[in-house]
């Protein structure tokens, strides 16, 4: 097996395993839709690319700095999302025929991913052994397909929850509540994303 496939099905059972950015992309998605969901998909991507850019950037020190100025504002992160969590579980169910996306719903999901230094860590140590010769044609090649399956399995994730969302149609009063619980549960695996 070639380390491009290798990269692939062991990225793709990462995926599998919800973590913060599934857990906004689902709650997303049951809010508002299939299209909110593809936009926090689109932010988080980004925001691992970023991660990824840092990681090419320098590695070894870079990340080490990087993870210890993202721990302050990895709190800010978790305290916004179990606000939003709160917030949705209180607010009054709306018509889930409307469906909305927003540019909050990348920015979002842009913040989680580049605020979360466990995946940033992750990333430093999990990429490496994909790359080989170790020259940046090789880097981008490996980051490229990395993010593209990241991306592909996340749209999956919204598609489940967007599906879910359609099923609510006779309870609307639990989508906020399932949404809420959602942004909460990211906002826990955020604060439970230590440096290791």
Not at 47 to 72: D, K
Not at 77 to 93: E, F, H, N, Q
Not at 97 to 121: D, H, Y
């Amino acid at each position: 097996m070639n380390t491009i496939t290798a990269l692939i099905i062991a990225t793709a059972f990462l995926v599998m395993i919800p973590g913060p950015n599934v857990a906004l992309i689902v709650a997303n998605s049951l809010q508002s839709g299939f299209r909110a969901g593809v936009m926090t998909v689109l932010g988080t991507t980004v925001g691992v690319a970023i991660q990824l850019a840092i990681v090419v950037a320098g590695l070894a020190i870079v990340v080490e700095t990087a993870a210890n100025a993202l721990h302050w504002i990895r709190w800010a992160g978790v305290i916004y999302l179990i606000w939003l969590g709160i917030r949705t579980w209180r607010t009054p169910a709306s018509d889930l025929k409307v469906v909305e996306a927003s540019p909050t719903a990348f920015l979002r999901g842009c913040m989680l991913a580049v605020i979360n230094p466990k995946t940033l860590l992750f990333n430093a140590a999990f990429l490496p052994q994909f790359v080989g010769d170790g020259s940046v044609g090789r880097f981008a090649l490996v980051g490229g397909v990395y993010l593209l399956v990241i991306f592909l399995g996340d749209v999956l994730w919204a598609l489940f929850a967007s599906s879910a969302r359609s099923l609510l149609g006779r309870y609307v009063h639990w989508r906020n509540y399932i949404t809420g619980a959602f942004l909460t549960a990211a906002g826990i695996g955020l604060a439970m994303s230590r440096r290791t």
